[in-house]
Structures are given as structure tokens and as C-alpha cells.
């Protein structure tokens, strides 16, 4: 079965800081890969994903990802955080057969002025 | 495109109670899923349809959890009794078949719900 790690529960930076979240996943065929964001009382939205192609994966907000298959891991970028920024971070791996979701259990970023 | 629609956004009621929570997919798109948030198990998978077809129900707690959908732009989530334990925040999500957003699951505000 599929499963997706994301071993920081709670990460801290200030703003105009750079931004590293990780995301490792175990999976048996090519994953499909995803990093959403929620907000206090919001869903989700999706950041970006990762599907195959290009290893470095842009998406909204000026986040990106990489997929290092060698590693298993999709960590989550961002040069320069905004406070805006402040939500909590999932990875989520794609079950193509099942096509359900597994998500890990969330990062928790907070920034400091 | 209003995006995937819940309701009510927040629900407060009584152990025994009937609740039922309510979800709009994106128009036109062929899956509909129901996923769980709570602080102990995080965000897990209940059910979901294909073209109003349930496809996998093996989310779904106990018996006194049961989804429908009556039609492509309508689902329901019923719990009955419900219990403490219940209390959590229920996202629905939909997806297209095809076209460039094929794999991607797009999210619902979610419904919190608390159990007294």
C-alpha cells in the first residue's frame, strides 16, 4: 500500500525566508505526486503536481517541487516566504487504481515578521 | 466555475441524531469523492463514485455511514446515529475523466461537524 511521510509537524521561518518542506512516498509503479494547501477553516488547494516529464515542477504562489525518485521524495519550495504563506502543507500521493488520495499528515508552517 | 459546493459549512448536533451533508461536483466532471479530516487519522478517503456509480466504499467507518448520488451534480453523506467520534471536518472532492486536470482531485470548502 501506498503511504506518504512528511516528518516536520510544525516548521517556523521568517519572512523573506526560503522554504524547504518535506515529502517522502512510498508507492510500487511511477507516482502521481501533489502538494496542496490549507488555510485555517478553508479546503484544499492545489499547488501543483507532479504527473512525469521535467523532474522540477512549478506551481502557484511562486512554490515549486522535485521529484527525486532515487530518494523518493517531493519536497516543496519556496525562495522567499510570504506571510501570507502561513497554512498548513500537504503531499499527497495519487492511487491510479484505486484513484484515491493518500495524503501525508501535514506541515504546519508559521511565519515570523 | 463556482468549484465544488457544500453544505452546510458547519453542522452542530446530538449523539442519535441524523446528519446529512450535502455536495455539488464541478459540472461536468465523472468522480466524486468523500474524504474525512480528523487530528488522529488525517485526511482519508471514504468513498467514491464514478458517473454515480459508488466504486469503493472501503472508507466508509461502519454502517452508519452511507453516500449516494442521485444524479451527476448532487451526493450525500449520511450519518445515522451519529456519535462523538464523527466529529470532523467531511471535504468533497471531484475530478474529470480526461483533459489536462485528469488526476487531479479539486476540493470543497468542507463541512465541519461536531457531534454533542
Known amino acids: 500500500a501506498q503511504s506518504v511521510t512528511q516528518p516536520d509537524i510544525h516548521i517556523t521561518v521568517s519572512e523573506g525566508a526560503s522554504l524547504e518542506l518535506r515529502c517522502n512516498y512510498s508507492?510500487?509503479?511511477?507516482?502521481?505526486l501533489f502538494w496542496y494547501v490549507q488555510s485555517p477553516g478553508q479546503g484544499l488547494q492545489l499547488l501543483l503536481k507532479?504527473?512525469?516529464?521535467?523532474?522540477l515542477v512549478q506551481g502557484i504562489k511562486g512554490f515549486e517541487a522535485e521529484f527525486k525518485r532515487s530518494q523518493s521524495s517531493f519536497n516543496l519550495r519556496k525562495p522567499s516566504v510570504h506571510w501570507s504563506d502561513a497554512a498548513e502543507y500537504f503531499c499527497?500521493?495519487?492511487?491510479?487504481?484505486?484513484?484515491?488520495?493518500?495524503f501525508g499528515s501535514g506541515t504546519r508552517l508559521q511565519v515570523q515578521p | 466555475d463556482a468549484g465544488v459546493i457544500q453544505s452546510p459549512r458547519h453542522e452542530v448536533t446530538e449523539m442519535g441524531q441524523e446528519v446529512t451533508l450535502r455536495c455539488k461536483p464541478i459540472?461536468?466532471?465523472?468522480?466524486l469523492f468523500w474524504y474525512r479530516q480528523t487530528m488522529m487519522r488525517g485526511l482519508e478517503l471514504l468513498i467514491y463514485?464514478?458517473?454515480?456509480?459508488?466504486?469503493?466504499d472501503s472508507g466508509m467507518p461502519e454502517d452508519r455511514f452511507s453516500a449516494k448520488m442521485p444524479n451527476a451534480s448532487f451526493s450525500t453523506l449520511k450519518i445515522q446515529p451519529s456519535e462523538p467520534r464523527d466529529s470532523a471536518v467531511y471535504f468533497c472532492?471531484?475530478?474529470?475523466?480526461?483533459?489536462?486536470?485528469?488526476?487531479?482531485?479539486?476540493f470543497g470548502p468542507g463541512t465541519r461537524l461536531t457531534v454533542l
Open positions: 472532492a471531484s475530478s474529470p475523466r480526461r483533459g489536462s486536470s485528469y488526476n487531479e482531485q479539486f
Open positions: 508507492y510500487g509503479a511511477t507516482p502521481y
Open positions: 507532479y504527473f512525469s516529464g521535467d523532474t
Open positions: 499527497a500521493v495519487l492511487d491510479t487504481g484505486r484513484r484515491a488520495l493518500t
Open positions: 459540472s461536468g466532471h465523472d468522480y
Open positions: 463514485f464514478n458517473n454515480n456509480v459508488p466504486i469503493d
